[in-house]
């Protein structure tokens, strides 16, 4: 350690007053479980959390299908800045067919316009953290989340409800280190900084189901998007000039071809991701009310969400009746609401899931959407279990199950109470 007053300042920022229970007291922390990612913060945290707490440092990293990851490299930097051991956890197939299949199912947005990515990746992520921490024989978990976002509430609201010996550091919302202090310390300490100190990157978080950027002029709401935060999707007037159809087929509510050819969940997202990011789909400019009280603006870009919810709730549309419909939209804005604010373990959620397995008994059969230049348009569907007839549609003469002419009689009994109200106000009213 160089300064002795800065290593004061980190002291005490390492023994902030404890205001839960599971918050760890430095003094009971021997062995630290750190959620990885290989970036500046958890860098920093891996050697700050040795040296201020004297602890060993076990570290997780947990691929959720995020591009452009080295797990070697992660692993190796860890390794290099002093972590006793590191795991890479290959999650991919876990997090599709727990998490995003469920979510497909619950037709689920937030906000009417964010998938919930990050929101179902945390409970993920802090669920394998409690298993390695106690398989590695750690008292505590470390993550490098702020005190101003909603994925502290998701991790840390997983490990108290699964894991209530383990003990929790968040050290970003106590250290009081910005980027530069950040970079000095990484410095100091001989631990690789990817650039310099030039413009701070904004703030990325992505996986299988979709990516988001915050920070930078992202906070300026007066800003339209500058064209560098699109790294994964094209930008829409650079999309090909010619439309293209792609199919989606589900059984029971879970996506399982494309374009007519059958795939696991895992490439199957990740090949409606590459057509959609191809036309421009999915770029999502939102503001979103956070569950710690801040509004905040997001861009996302989610074009696999964007294609295979589109069809999904399609396709669910179609097999249900009018009751099932409306009743189920209240239900998944409530599954949304859940799972955004990190209440992925509370039984509401799962007693939903029960409800929305047994509607997506139902959903099976084939969406058709033309994507063109960042729209994505339902252009057939076609169900064996539609709650649809053709020949009853149609326009031509009655027959079978629909009469016309019964339908004045239920024209005069479905408006009675209304034609009554209507008149008892008009004559209060004379
Ligand atoms: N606003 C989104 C959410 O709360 C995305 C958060 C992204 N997280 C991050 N650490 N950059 O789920």
Not at 26 to 38: D, Q
Not at 78 to 83: C, N, T
Not at 151 to 162: G, M, N, P
Not at 212 to 237: C, K, M, N, Y
Request: glycine content about 8%.
């Amino acid at each position: 350690m160089s300064d002795p007053i800065q290593t004061e300042v980190h002291r005490i920022a390492a023994a902030p007053a404890r205001t839960a229970s599971y918050e760890a007291d430095p003094a009971e922390v021997n062995r630290v479980l750190l959620l990885y990612s290989g970036g500046l913060d958890t860098s920093v945290m891996l050697r700050w959390i040795a040296d201020e707490y004297g602890a060993e440092v076990v570290c997780l990293t947990v691929n959720l299908g995020q591009p452009g990851e080295d797990y070697e490299v992660i692993k190796g930097k860890a390794l290099q800045i002093g972590a006793v051991e590191c795991h890479v956890v290959d999650a991919r197939e876990e997090f599709a067919r727990d998490y995003i299949v469920p979510a497909i199912r619950a037709n689920a947005l937030y906000g009417g316009g964010y998938p919930l990515f990050t929101a179902l990746g945390r409970p993920l992520i802090a669920k394998l953290a409690v298993e390695y921490a106690r398989r590695t024989g750690c008292d505590t978990i470390a993550h490098g989340c702020t005190g101003k976002g909603n994925d502290q509430v998701r991790i840390e609201t997983t490990i108290a409800t699964l894991a209530p010996e383990l003990k929790v550091i968040a050290p970003v919302r106590s250290w009081q280190m910005g980027r530069e202090e950040e970079i000095a310390y990484a410095r100091e300490h001989g631990i690789p900084v990817k650039g310099g100190t030039e413009i701070a990157p904004y703030s990325i978080d992505d996986n299988l189901w979709g990516r988001s950027s915050e920070g930078r002029w992202i906070e300026d709401l007066a800003h339209a998007p500058e064209d560098d935060v699109f790294q994964l999707v094209t930008r829409p007037e650079e999309a090909p000039d010619e439309p293209e159809i792609v199919t989606v087929t589900f059984e029971r509510g879970v996506p399982v071809a494309l374009n007519g050819e059958r795939m696991a969940l895992v490439p199957l997202l990740e090949k409606a991701a590459a057509i959609g990011c191809k036309h421009g789909v999915g770029i999502v400019d939102h503001i979103e009310d956070r569950i710690v009280g801040l509004k905040v603006r997001d861009i996302y870009e989610v074009p696999a969400a964007a294609i295979i919810l589109t069809a999904h709730q399609e396709l669910e549309h179609l097999v249900c009746t009018i009751h099932q419909n409306q009743f189920k939209k209240a239900l998944d804005q409530k599954w949304g609401y859940l799972v955004y604010a990190g209440l992925w373990w509370e039984p509401l959620r799962s007693d939903l899931d029960a409800y929305m397995d047994a509607v997506n008994e139902q959903v099976t059969g084939t969406i058709g959407l033309k994507l063109y230049k960042g729209s994505v348009r339902v252009v057939t569907r076609e169900s064996p279990n539609a709650v649809y007839d053709a020949a009853l549609a149609t326009f031509a003469e009655s027959g079978g199950l629909f009469s016309q002419t019964a339908s004045p009689g239920f024209i005069e009994l479905w408006s009675l109470q209304s034609r009554m109200a209507h008149q008892l106000r008009a004559r209060r009213r004379s």
